[in-house]
């Protein structure tokens, strides 16, 4: 199974909004809502930001969203603040009973 | 609050058998509603799943490495174990433990969100 795709980094002013892309295929991303978003810290264990495409687990910022179109899932953080500055992860069930993760995304907040 | 714990070895040999433990905390593993999964993270790179187990013994694993991974469950103790054998230093990970929910339609599985997570454990594989 490959990884899904995901751009190596992206950067964004304190206020601004990213989106972070992550593209697979009709067999992962495109064929299930079963999409979620990781935020990993430095010398820390991911947390979930995102589940189902679409939803934020309780306690998460409501900056954070998901979205979905075709075979590209895409998380946007608006009103980016300093403490966003993480490396994000998406990762997707699979047709073959599988689970996928993409590359990584690192989020730097100039 | 649910917590998860990773132990064992950090220093394996090359060709030796990984072993460690998850210890659940603050809920049962026996819980109807999730799975317990494995998951790996070379340094500096990104995460790789490993495998999930059911507290009644089902397992999924990545295909490319199921022929070394076994993963099982001790209810008596609330934990769960991963075993990987014949080890290179490719292997060489942190390596979290995570709560899996898996959906089930009927006979239809979809291997779903981690949460939450152990805080992991470096292994490395040297001689």
């Known amino acids: 199974q490959s990884a899904l795709t995901q751009p190596a980094s992206v950067s964004g002013s304190p206020g601004q909004s990213i989106t972070i892309s992550c593209t697979g295929t009709s067999s992962d991303v495109g064929g299930y809502n079963y999409v979620s978003w990781y935020q990993q810290h430095p010398g820390k264990a991911p947390k979930l930001m995102i589940y189902d495409v679409n939803n934020r687990p309780s306690g998460v910022s409501n900056r954070f969203s998901g979205s979905k179109s075709g075979n590209t899932a895409s998380l946007t953080i608006s009103g980016l603040q300093a403490e966003d500055e993480a490396v994000y992860y998406c990762?997707?069930?699979?047709?073959?009973?599988?689970?996928?993760f993409g590359g990584g995304t690192k989020l730097t907040v100039l | 609050q649910l917590q998860l714990q990773e132990s064992g070895p950090g220093l394996v040999k090359p060709l030796e058998t990984l072993s460690l433990t998850c210890t659940v905390s603050g809920g049962s593993i026996s819980s109807s509603d999730y799975y317990w999964g494995w998951i790996r993270q070379p340094p500096g790179k990104g995460l790789e799943w490993i495998g999930t187990i059911y507290y009644s013994g089902s397992t999924y694993y990545n295909p490319s490495l199921k022929s070394r991974v076994t993963i099982f469950v001790d209810m008596s103790k609330n934990q769960f174990s991963l075993k990987l054998s014949s080890v290179t230093a490719a292997d060489t990970a942190v390596y979290y433990c995570a709560r899996h929910l898996v959906t089930i339609f009927g006979v239809l599985t979809r291997l779903n969100w981690f949460d939450p997570w152990g805080q992991g454990t470096l292994v490395t594989v040297s001689s």
């Open positions: 990762s997707s069930y699979t047709s073959s009973t599988t689970l996928v």
